[in-house]
């Protein structure tokens, strides 16, 4: 079984910044793919940034130039937030491809989320 736990949620203004990380834990061989996602209220859940293992990292066009996503380590991601606008309020989810056993196939877990609301 592999765990997501997200945290650094929370309330700013519109301009300010936080920084979300999500750490897998659990029976991990190797982690393939690690994402950010979030979901709005009344709306479906969409990609905001994403990493392959080794790869370039992939971003909305609604946060590129302000999001910046990084693999602190093989099994931790963090999404910086800069440059915050009110419709960035959303939960935001942390997604990761993960491989439990040498030579298996990824299974695909998401962690439980954590609220990002932008106000004044």
């Known amino acids: 079984q592999v765990q997501l736990v997200e945290s650094g949620g929370g309330l700013v203004q519109p301009g300010g910044s936080l920084r979300l990380s999500c750490a897998a834990s659990?029976?991990?061989?190797?982690?393939?793919?690690m994402a950010w996602y979030r979901q709005a209220p009344g709306k479906q859940r969409e990609a905001v940034a994403g990493m392959i293992s080794g790869g370039s990292p992939n971003y909305a066009d609604s946060v590129k130039g302000r999001f910046s996503i990084s693999r602190d380590n093989a099994n931790m991601v963090s999404l910086q937030m800069n440059s915050l606008k009110p419709e960035d309020t959303a939960v935001y989810y942390c997604?990761?491809?993960?491989?439990?056993?040498?030579?298996?196939?990824?299974?695909?877990?998401w962690g439980q989320g954590t609220q990002v609301n932008v106000s004044s």
């Open positions: 659990g029976s991990i061989f190797s982690i393939r793919d």
């Open positions: 997604y990761a491809a993960v491989v439990t056993r040498k030579w298996g196939s990824p299974n695909y877990y």
